[in-house]
């Protein structure tokens, strides 16, 4: 979920070129579809524009967002949210965020031609989905790939929901039903040395994780998070079940601490959780990192085992241009990446554009600080 603050592009950047992004970067797209953002109506500017970002959109010809990346048989897909412009106003429930549809992205190498494959799951085709298709994860067992992603059921709750497929690009086909057990939003799917995958989810505010303090669904509750020196609300975690469709036991909280081993306070808005989780594992120890949201910083905390406790370690990304930032971090040819989104081609928060940089790390294993 992305909230407004109307933090607005640069005159150089909404001044920007597409005519230019697109010498920049080879994109195929494979598939139109209704739903794609033409690029007419992107800003054009000129190259002044191009040395303030760390990096360049990936793609340009429609606005994608929220960019969850693997590595599959050797190439790396993408898996983002597809932002489109519906005029509905802007709110902190992240109405205006009406997205209806996933394109999958591919390309072989980091800097390489990027692939669009088309739609690959549309809300008409979830039997259970009401509005808004949010950010998505993807994994792959036993032969079949299975893409997660979070919708508003008919009553307007968001759920997480699974489909699958046997190519990594889809097209995917969506399970009746949603995955019993979840809730809020950002499913982000991590599988261990060990063969076992976990599910991390939750989000604030208009991804309505405060609601859920109860166990059920509380329509009553507040539309915001608790405040104040009261512990954090967390991220879920589910360990998932051979079939990759069903939580293998209850979720549970994530925890995280500060260096003291006190859990983080709802008020200590520059370090809590508030979106966007993400799990990888480096020599040994799982990095949990996520969003802080209103802060619209990305973060993270280290753990000796995936469902943590997690303690928390520093800032990965300083904040974007646009309200905030959704990520993935992966590892191709000996590398470490993260993949991010900012509104460069729009200037707008519910228009976004996904790009990727180098992750770099210090020899203890933190994290070295990305200025955007």
């Known amino acids: ?130 509005r808004q298709l949010w950010a998505p994860d993807a994994a792959f067992k036993n032969g079949t790939y299975y893409l997660y ?11 997480i929901g699974v489909a699958t497929s046997k190519t990594p690009a889809g097209p995917f086909k969506a399970e009746a039903t949603p995955m019993a057990g979840s809730f809020s939003i950002d499913p982000a799917v991590f599988q261990d040395t060990d063969g076992k995958a976990y599910m991390y989810f939750g989000g604030l505010w208009g991804g309505q994780l405060q609601r859920w303090q109860k166990g059920t669904y509380d329509a009553n509750a507040p539309e915001k998070e608790p405040n104040g020196d009261v512990p954090a609300l967390n991220a879920r975690v589910g360990k998932l079940a051979a079939d990759m469709k069903h939580f293998d036991g209850p979720v549970q909280e994530v925890k995280i601490l500060d260096e003291a081993g006190k859990p983080l306070l709802a008020s200590d808005t520059k370090r809590r959780f508030f979106e966007g989780g993400w799990l990888h594992k480096y020599n040994g120890k799982y990095y949990f990192s996520y969003s802080t949201g209103d802060t619209h910083l990305l973060v ?49 928060t519910w228009l976004r554009n996904i790009k990727v940089t180098e992750l770099k790390r210090r020899a203890d294993g933190s994290i070295e600080t990305i200025v955007p």
């Open 149 to 159: 992603f979070p919708v508003k059921d008919k009553q307007d709750v968001f759920r």
């Open 1 to 130: 979920m992305r909230n407004p603050l109307n933090l607005k592009a640069p005159a150089a950047a909404l001044a920007a070129s597409l005519a230019l992004l697109a010498a920049c970067q080879s994109t195929e797209t494979k598939q139109e579809t209704t739903a794609t953002t033409a690029p007419s109506e992107a800003p054009k500017a000129d190259s002044a524009a191009a040395p303030k970002y760390l990096s360049q959109p990936l793609i340009s010809n429609i606005y994608t967002a929220d960019p969850s990346a693997h590595v599959f048989d050797g190439k790396i897909y993408i898996y983002p949210s597809h932002d489109i412009e519906t005029g509905m106003p802007e709110n902190d429930k992240g109405d205006h965020f009406a997205m209806r549809d996933y394109h999958i992205l591919s390309m072989d190498s980091i800097g390489g031609k990027l692939t669009d494959h088309g739609v690959a799951l549309d809300t008409k085709d979830i039997p259970w989905a009401g």
């Open 300 to 348: 993270y905390a280290v753990s000796d085992k995936p469902t943590g406790p997690f303690t928390y370690k520093g800032v990965i990304m300083q904040p974007v241009e646009g309200w905030t930032t959704h990520h993935s971090i992966i590892e191709k040819d000996g590398k470490w990446y993260i993949f991010y989104h900012d509104t460069q081609l729009s200037g707008k």
